[in-house]
């Protein structure tokens, strides 16, 4: 309901388990997901969900569903780290850190780069100079993502939040109240 189709997973893309593909979130959404149980690993919510193009998220636990919103629109913005690795992992669907050689095209048309195949050719020897048949996700980031790192330097962003629980007793008279607070965030910059 989320995103316009029904899907029986949260991750970003597809997946394939052995010869059966498991469909998850295409695209970006209008409106996000977060849910207690991807700390406690049931299930893994990919950043589609995360980062919804407005700042508006659903947040399911055990027993109910809530609304998280903020008026800061700049919160659920991709930073330069999440582009990449949200391409990269659309190749890398076993999350071993690296994609076959062969996906690069793909994986460049995807990103709106350069795809001819002289380039394609030059790029899988930088990127793949032992000839392993791989392409790890550092060597990745380092030559289309120069200066993005995956550590990072981190900034502290705060932002303010309204918070509505969905449970009844919640709610005195019956009205829908919102609780207000501040949320802290770090992200990285470059």
């Keep these: 309901m989320l995103v316009g189709r029904a899907v029986p997973n949260v991750f970003d893309g597809s997946k394939d388990l052995g010869g059966i593909e498991l469909a998850g979130i295409g695209e970006r959404s209008e409106v996000g997901f977060l849910t207690l149980l991807e700390a406690l690993r049931f299930c893994q919510v990919g950043e589609n969900l995360k980062c919804p193009l407005y700042p508006i998220w659903v947040i399911g636990s055990e027993s109910h569903t809530t609304l998280l919103l903020s008026c800061?629109?700049?919160?659920?913005?991709?930073?330069?780290?999440?582009?990449?690795k949200a391409a990269f992992d659309q190749f890398d669907r076993e999350e071993n850190g690296f994609i076959p050689t062969s996906d690069l095209p793909r994986l460049l048309e995807h990103l709106n780069m350069v795809t001819d195949d002289e380039y394609i050719s030059f790029m899988e020897l930088r990127l793949d100079p032992d000839s392993t048949?791989?392409?790890?996700?550092?060597?990745?980031?380092?030559?289309?993502?120069?200066?993005?790192?995956?550590?990072?330097?981190?900034?502290?962003?705060q932002f303010p939040l309204l918070h509505y629980n969905g449970l009844a007793q919640s709610n005195e008279e019956g009205r829908v109240q919102l609780r207000s607070g501040?949320?802290?965030?770090?992200v990285e910059y470059t």
């Design 72 to 84: 800061d629109g700049s919160v659920s913005e991709h930073s330069p780290l999440q582009r990449a």
């Design 133 to 157: 048949g791989i392409i790890l996700f550092p060597a990745f980031l380092e030559e289309f993502f120069p200066g993005v790192t995956q550590e990072g330097s981190l900034q502290e962003k």
């Design 182 to 186: 501040c949320a802290t965030v770090y």
